[in-house]
């Protein structure tokens, strides 16, 4: 009798441990979640974390916190965040520098995007605007490339420096277009703006947001949008594929990992609730407002359009011959 009794108490607490997993993963979180921002604060990305960090910890019940750790590229967060605990309460927000573009550009990456990451979901996508000074007589994507062709090495764009997304952008344009528009950095989208208005360059790949202004006033001609969809505030806009280059697409995407080895239902709880803070209205129209695609993946197709994203930007770095250190 006393060995019945053993072997049902014995089952009984197997029973109880097993009902303990899924429970652990509904309690999930208990405490605060560190959100690691590779940038510093103020920048465009930051604008972009906070609403989603506040309505997320909204949702769930328990503060998000915007940690930022701007430096080297974005490498300096990224490293922090591969480093961090696996447990589900550290996660970061990676642009498209940090998970696509700076395996190419770094011999020595202090991280691998891949390997040492769990995706989470592609949270969103930002467009660059191809602008043009109104001095160039171009009034699509056609008649710069003629132009270009035409007299190559002659037509000067500009870029936020070197490495930049506005840089690669035109440089997978060159790549694309078999052309040869030369690079001219500055330190910073400001600058480069600035230039591109005094006619000092003729073309530049600037945000929706930087340019409107400049667009209505005169200043600077919308040429092309380089993503794949046109952007909700710009609608007459063409893509670039739309204006004669099939398939060029070069933007801004926003995508929420966390460091491998995050249990899987921890993984699929911060799907779930990333998902939600993206079907909010509120921040939907945000990111609209802003010329950014709300998205939502699941993990596994934000670690397939890595892997594609990877090795575009490697062939278009390794055309350019672009090197950072």
């Known amino acids: 009798m006393n060995k019945i009794k053993y072997l049902y108490l014995l089952a009984i607490g197997a029973s109880s441990l097993a009902a303990a997993v899924p429970a652990f993963a509904q309690a999930f979180p208990a405490k605060p979640i560190r959100l690691i921002l590779p940038y510093p604060p103020g920048g465009g990305s930051d604008t972009i974390a906070r ?4 309505k997320m910890g909204e949702n ?7 940690d930022n750790r701007g430096g080297a590229g974005g490498n300096i967060g990224m490293e922090a965040a591969a480093r961090s ?13 940090q998970l696509a573009v700076n395996p190419g550009l770094y011999q020595k990456l202090p991280y691998d995007p891949l390997r040492d990451f769990e995706p989470i979901t592609l949270l969103a996508n930002g467009a660059y605007l191809l602008v043009a000074h109104p001095s160039l007589p171009v009034k699509s994507l056609k008649d710069v490339i003629a132009i270009a062709k035409k007299r190559p090495g002659e037509l000067f764009y500009a870029s936020s420096g070197n490495g930049s997304g506005a ?7 060159n790549t694309m277009a078999g052309i040869r528009i030369v690079h001219v950095p500055y330190k910073g989208g400001g600058p480069a703006l600035v230039d591109t208005i005094a006619g000092q360059t003729q073309l530049l790949f600037a945000t929706p947001i930087a340019s409107a202004g400049h667009l209505k006033a005169g200043r600077l001609r919308a040429i092309a949008v380089s993503t794949t969809k046109r952007v909700n505030s710009m609608p007459d806009v063409p893509t670039a594929s739309e204006s004669g280059l099939p398939g060029y697409d070069s933007g801004v995407w926003y995508g929420m990992l966390a460091p491998r080895g995050t249990p899987r239902e921890i993984v ?10 993206l079907a909010d209205p509120g921040i939907r129209d945000f990111l609209t407002k802003s010329g950014i695609d709300p998205e939502g993946s699941s993990p596994e197709e934000l670690a397939k359009y890595m892997r594609s994203e990877i090795d575009k930007w490697a062939k278009v770095i390794k055309s350019a011959n672009i090197r950072l250190d």
């Open 51 to 54: 609403p989603f960090a506040r």
């Open 60 to 66: 769930i019940g328990q503060q998000v916190i915007v």
């Open 85 to 97: 605990a696996p447990d589900g309460y550290t996660v970061v927000m990676g642009l498209t520098a």
């Open 167 to 173: 840089h690669l952008a035109s440089e997978l344009l």
């Open 268 to 277: 699929a709880r911060l799907n779930e609730e990333f998902r939600k803070v």
